[in-house]
C-alpha cells in the first residue's frame, strides 16, 4: 500500500512532464523533398515553414524561436497562415515582428498566407502592415525568385476553408520553373476541387499547415475541411507528380494540450532527383 501511496504521485508528476514537453517543446524538423528537374541553382535551396504560430511567443523576443532557426542556413521563410490570435492583431503583429525582423536581419525575403484565424480578424490591417514591413503578402498571387536563367514560383493562395483560394488567379502569371504553393490548407469545407486542381497542375511543393498534426495523435478521425478519417494529417506525402508538406504547426488549437504531436520548426530543403 505504501508504494502505491509512493508510485501515484511520481506516475501523475511523470504524465504532467510529458504532456508539457509534448505541447511546449518544439521539435526541428528538416525535410528533404527530391524535386524533379530542380536547376541546380536551387539545389539544397532551404525554407524554414512557420505555421499555426497563433500569437504565441516562445521565449522573450521569440529569442527561443529565433534560437533554433539561427542553427541552419536557410534562404527564405514562408508563414502558412493562423499566426495572429483572435481578435489581437497588434499584440500578435509585435510577437511576429521579432520573427520577421531576425530573417530580413539576414537579407532573407518573408512570404506570408493567410489561415481562417487571420482573415477572422482585421485582416485589411494585417496585410497593409506586413507590406509595410516587407513581407510578400500572397493572396492568391505569386513571386518569382531568379537565379541566372532558373526559376522558382513561390505561389500563395488566402485559406481555402471558407472558399476564399483562387489558384487560377495566383498562377496567372507562372510559366516555366519550379511552383511552390503557400496554402494554410488545400481543403474546402465539402469540397475537393481545389486539391484535385493541384494534381492537374502538378505543383512541385505545396506547403501546409491548419491540422495540428491531429495535437493529440492517438486515432485521426476529423479535421476541419478534409473531413472523416483525414489523410492528410501531418508530414510529407506523394500526390501523384506532386509533394505536399503538412506542418504541425507550433500552438494548440482548441484544448491546450498535444500528444505524439510535438510543435514543429521545419526546415524544407530541396533537391535534385
Not at 503538412?246 to 491546450?256: A, D, E, F, Y
Request: net charge positive; with cysteine.
Amino acid at each position: 500500500m505504501v508504494i502505491i501511496l509512493v508510485l501515484i504521485p511520481v506516475l501523475v508528476l511523470m504524465a504532467v512532464a510529458f504532456c508539457y514537453h509534448q505541447t511546449s517543446h518544439i521539435q526541428v524538423d528538416t525535410v528533404k523533398v527530391s524535386i524533379e528537374k530542380l536547376p541546380e541553382e536551387f539545389n539544397d535551396f532551404t525554407i524554414i515553414q512557420i505555421t499555426d504560430l497563433h500569437g504565441k511567443c516562445f521565449g522573450q523576443n521569440q529569442s527561443h524561436l529565433l534560437n533554433l532557426m539561427d542553427k541552419k542556413h536557410f534562404d527564405i521563410l514562408v508563414l502558412t497562415g493562423d499566426m495572429f490570435r483572435d481578435n489581437d492583431e497588434k499584440n500578435s503583429l509585435c510577437v511576429l515582428r521579432h520573427i520577421i525582423n531576425y530573417v530580413h536581419s539576414k537579407e532573407k525575403a518573408v512570404y506570408f498566407v493567410a489561415g481562417n484565424h487571420d482573415l477572422d480578424g482585421d485582416y485589411d490591417y494585417i496585410s497593409r502592415t506586413l507590406q509595410q514591413w516587407g513581407v510578400h503578402v500572397l493572396d492568391n498571387r505569386s513571386v518569382t525568385i531568379k537565379r541566372k536563367d532558373a526559376m522558382i514560383h513561390i505561389i500563395g493562395i488566402k485559406d481555402a476553408l471558407f472558399g476564399m483560394a483562387n489558384l487560377d488567379a495566383a498562377v496567372k502569371n507562372v510559366n516555366k520553373g519550379i511552383k511552390i504553393l503557400l496554402a494554410h490548407t488545400i481543403f474546402k469545407r465539402g469540397d475537393k476541387s481545389l486539391f484535385q486542381k493541384i494534381k492537374h497542375m502538378k505543383i512541385d511543393l505545396v506547403l501546409s499547415g491548419h491540422t495540428h498534426g491531429f495535437q493529440i495523435n492517438l486515432f485521426p478521425f476529423y479535421v476541419t475541411g478534409e473531413g472523416l478519417f483525414p489523410k492528410y494529417v501531418k508530414g510529407l506525402h506523394r500526390i501523384q507528380q506532386s509533394y505536399i508538406y503538412i506542418s504541425r504547426g507550433l500552438v494548440t488549437s482548441g484544448v491546450h494540450l498535444r500528444l505524439f504531436s510535438r510543435p514543429e520548426l521545419t526546415f524544407i530543403q530541396l533537391e535534385s532527383a
